[in-house]
Each structure stands twice: as structure tokens, then as C-alpha cells.
């Protein structure tokens, strides 16, 4: 398709058709890939308008199921090489575009799926919801955003439990649009589980897996139907009702996934970090504390949990955001606020969104690695549960920047 696009805008500059004269199309048959790679980008870049509204409505449905699909299986990955393969088939499928794509995070406490459709510098949102990955049969069928806070245009959105949904959004200015936003969410229970009791991952158990074959390590009874089982084969493996305490058909046994407090005052701590994908999220056993009203993280141990899971997933991208109490995202942080209760709060450091940040890389940085971000957001998301203003939420996405050893797929192989 695109080799027929390139064809065609070569014609028409050898016609001296108006808006693409100016442009120097390299010939499709030169032997010079990087000519032929920039003739591309001239070419999305002259004529993006035009094919996105040109292009079959079937288009745009093939490539959101395509975006989700490759983004899914590889944040489910735990093969380098394979996550590796995937980073550079969907980098290569990035076009370029004069509108940057909207993100897709879930804003929800534990057990629940509230999904934030946003994109700042952006005229709106255009995103539809797909129960069973069926996204509606026009573009009629599509909802546009609401203004949002800081500036961005927004959606917000709670997905319902039961059934897997495709969400698929892009962004316009004008008359231009982004790249489309892809991701599959559902409520399910978190696929791996990182314990500090165990050396290794704990997977979730599947269809393949039969009843009986694992005893639960913490309180003896026979895995049955849901649990969790070590991914290198060991005996190790706990039930459901121990794994993920605080569910509705759950004892509480251990920690309270929300509160991060102990249920029972004999209970032993045993930190965890609990990888959802179908949530975008990693939970953690027990809030981020920090010192004071500092930036130094106080438990390590946790910490450390969280950069296994981090480590054993190449395909994943960590987001550590955090909140506080006090104003939005008015200032940058390099100074004091001029809200006078947020610099009554935060004094000279550069008020909710400079402390807001600082404790955001502390936690990124006690992570490790470069497929983790800190970002400070002040008090511009108030809490769903209306009492954890100062908390750390981590999200997950796919990483979309490949290792620089890895050879890219050529966008249009030279001939």
C-alpha cells in the first residue's frame, strides 16, 4: 500500500501537481535505503491528511486490532528475543504524524477499570469501545472527548466486569489526526505475581494446568481451579484466596492490596507486587512510603520486588506517577507556587508538582533501568477513593523503543 502511495506522489510531482511539487521523491528502485526512507516520511508528512480521509473505515478498525494485539502479546512476554521482534514491528507501523496519539491509562483503585482517554495539544478525542474486540460497524458509531484538566481533551470511561474490550481512540487538530491508540483491558485476575518468599515468578494457573497438582505454601489446601504456581517449575504455588487477599470471594490473609495494611496482627509481611495487564497496572502489597515529607523511598525490600517484575518482562514500560494533595499542574515546579496553600505545604520546592516529581524519580530511579519513568502530577487527579491524595500508582504500557542492537524491519525494503 505504501509502495503504491510513494508511486503515486512521484507521478504527481513529475506532473508539478500543486503541494507535493516541492518535495524530492526518491526513486522506488534506488539502491540507497536511506533515500528511499525519507521519500516515506515526505510522503506521510505531505499526505497525511489526505489519506486519512480517504482511507476505508475497515483500515482503521484492521490497524487498532493489530496495535492492541501486538501491545498486549508483548507486555504478556517474557522472551527477549520475541519482545524484541515486536518492538520493531510496531515501530515500523508508526507513521509520522503532525498530531501526537492519545494515551490510555486506568485511573482505578484495585478492582475496578476507569480508563482515562487523553491527549493534550489536541482539538479532541475520537475513541470507541468494542465489547469482544468488535469495535462498531462505522466511524458514526465513535464518541468524542470532553474538555479535560490541564489543558488536554479527555474521556473517561468504567469498563464493566464480564468480557473483553478493545479501546481505540486517536487524536485531532484541525484537520489532522494521529496514529490510532490501541489496547485490550478486562478484569482479570493479575497474570504474575512477585513475592519476596520466592526466588521466581508466580504465573497464573491456566486451562493447561490440572487440579491437584499444587498445595498452597501458606496455608496447605490443594490449588484448585485459580492460583498461582512458579513459572521455573518448582512446588511452590499458592491459592487464590492467599495470592490476592482483599477480592470479594477472598480471606484476608495477608495484605490488603488497597489499604496496604496487615489484616490480622499475626500475619506474616510478605511484600508482592502483582502484574495486571489486563488493568495496565502493577499493584504493589503496600503503598510507597517515603521519609518525612521527603523524597527518600523508606522500604527497599519493596522496591526491589517491583524491579524483579520490572526485569523479567523486557517488553514492559513502567510509569511511576505521583500525586499529592494540593494544586494542579498551574507551575512547572522549578519554583515557588503561587497558590498560598501550596506553598504553605511545600515551601520553596517548587510546590505540589516539584514535590509531586521529586518522589516520582526517586521511585523510577529505585527501579532501575530505562524502561521506567517518573512523572509528577501534583493534586491534578484527585484519588477515586477520596483518601489517598499522596500515593505512587504504576502503569503499564508497552515499550515502544527498541534495544540499539536490534536491526529494524525496513519500512519499504530497498529493491
Given at each position: 500500500?505504501?509502495?503504491?502511495?510513494?508511486?503515486?506522489?512521484?507521478?504527481?510531482?513529475?506532473?508539478?501537481?500543486?503541494?507535493?511539487?516541492?518535495?524530492?521523491?526518491?526513486?522506488?528502485?534506488?539502491?540507497?535505503?536511506?533515500?528511499?526512507?525519507?521519500?516515506?516520511?515526505?510522503?506521510?508528512?505531505?499526505?497525511?491528511?489526505?489519506?486519512?480521509?480517504?482511507?476505508?473505515?475497515?483500515?482503521l478498525v484492521a490497524e487498532a486490532e493489530a496495535r492492541a494485539r501486538f501491545e498486549e502479546?508483548?507486555?504478556?512476554?517474557?522472551?527477549?528475543?520475541?519482545?524484541?521482534e515486536l518492538i520493531s514491528v510496531r515501530q515500523n507501523d508508526d507513521h509520522l504524524r503532525v498530531?501526537?496519539?492519545?494515551?490510555?491509562?486506568?485511573?482505578?483503585?484495585?478492582?475496578?477499570?476507569?480508563?482515562?482517554?487523553?491527549?493534550?495539544?489536541?482539538?479532541?478525542?475520537?475513541?470507541?469501545?468494542?465489547?469482544?474486540?468488535?469495535?462498531?460497524?462505522?466511524?458514526?458509531?465513535?464518541?468524542?472527548?470532553?474538555?479535560?484538566?490541564?489543558?488536554?481533551?479527555?474521556?473517561?470511561?468504567?469498563?464493566?466486569?464480564?468480557?473483553r474490550y478493545l479501546i481505540a481512540c486517536f487524536a485531532k487538530k484541525g484537520l489532522a489526526q494521529s496514529a490510532v491508540t490501541a489496547a485490550y483491558v478486562q478484569h482479570e485476575d493479575p497474570l504474575y505475581l512477585y513475592t519476596e518468599r520466592h526466588a521466581h515468578g508466580l504465573r497464573r494457573l491456566d486451562d493447561n494446568d490440572q487440579d491437584g497438582d499444587h498445595a498452597c505454601e501458606r496455608c496447605g489446601a490443594t490449588v484448585e481451579g485459580a492460583g498461582y504456581c512458579c513459572v521455573e517449575g518448582s512446588a511452590f504455588a499458592l491459592c487464590r484466596s492467599c495470592a490476592l487477599p482483599n477480592g470479594d470471594d477472598q480471606r484476608r490473609?495477608?495484605?490488603?492490596?488497597?489499604?496496604?495494611?496487615?489484616?490480622?496482627?499475626?500475619?506474616?509481611k510478605d511484600r508482592t507486587?502483582?502484574?495486571?495487564?489486563?488493568?495496565?497496572?502493577?499493584?504493589?502489597?503496600?503503598?510507597?512510603?517515603?521519609?518525612?515529607?521527603?523524597?527518600?523511598?523508606?522500604?527497599?525490600?519493596?522496591?526491589?520486588?517491583?524491579a524483579r517484575a520490572l526485569r523479567s518482562h523486557p517488553g514492559l514500560f513502567i510509569r511511576c506517577e505521583a500525586h499529592s494533595t494540593g494544586c494542579g499542574l498551574e507551575c512547572d515546579g522549578s519554583g515557588p507556587c503561587s497558590n498560598e496553600k501550596c506553598r504553605k505545604l511545600f515551601g520553596a520546592r517548587g510546590g505540589a508538582v516539584g514535590f509531586s516529581r521529586s518522589r516520582a524519580e526517586a521511585v523510577a530511579a529505585s527501579l532501575g533501568g530505562d524502561r521506567v519513568e517518573g512523572v509528577g502530577l501534583a493534586g491534578s487527579r484527585p484519588p477515586m477513593d477520596t483518601k489517598n491524595g499522596r500515593r505512587v500508582e504504576f502503569h503499564l504500557s508497552a515499550v515502544s523503543k527498541r534495544d540499539d542492537d536490534v536491526p529494524m524491519l525496513p519500512d519499504l525494503p530497498p529493491e
Open positions: 500500500e505504501r509502495s503504491k502511495r510513494c508511486a503515486a506522489a512521484q507521478n504527481r510531482c513529475q506532473r508539478g501537481d500543486k503541494g507535493t511539487q516541492n518535495y524530492k521523491m526518491a526513486a522506488l528502485d534506488t539502491p540507497a535505503y536511506e533515500s528511499t526512507k525519507a521519500a516515506a516520511a515526505d510522503l506521510d508528512r505531505a499526505e497525511a491528511l489526505e489519506f486519512d480521509a480517504g482511507r476505508p473505515y475497515q483500515l502479546e508483548q507486555m504478556r512476554c517474557r522472551d527477549g528475543d520475541r519482545v524484541r498530531v501526537a496519539p492519545p494515551s490510555i491509562i486506568n485511573v482505578g483503585v484495585r478492582g475496578e477499570l476507569r480508563l482515562r482517554i487523553a491527549a493534550q495539544k489536541a482539538d479532541e478525542v475520537v475513541y470507541a469501545v468494542g465489547r469482544d474486540g468488535r469495535l462498531p460497524d462505522s466511524l458514526d458509531g465513535w464518541r468524542r472527548s470532553d474538555a479535560g484538566r490541564d489543558g488536554a481533551k479527555e474521556a473517561l470511561l468504567t469498563i464493566p466486569k464480564g468480557g490473609l495477608a495484605v490488603d492490596f488497597s489499604t496496604g495494611y496487615l489484616e490480622e496482627a499475626n500475619a506474616t507486587a502483582a502484574l495486571d495487564v489486563g488493568g495496565r497496572r502493577l499493584w504493589l502489597s503496600e503503598p510507597v512510603r517515603f521519609a518525612g515529607n521527603g523524597s527518600r523511598v523508606l522500604d527497599e525490600k519493596l522496591m526491589a520486588v517491583a
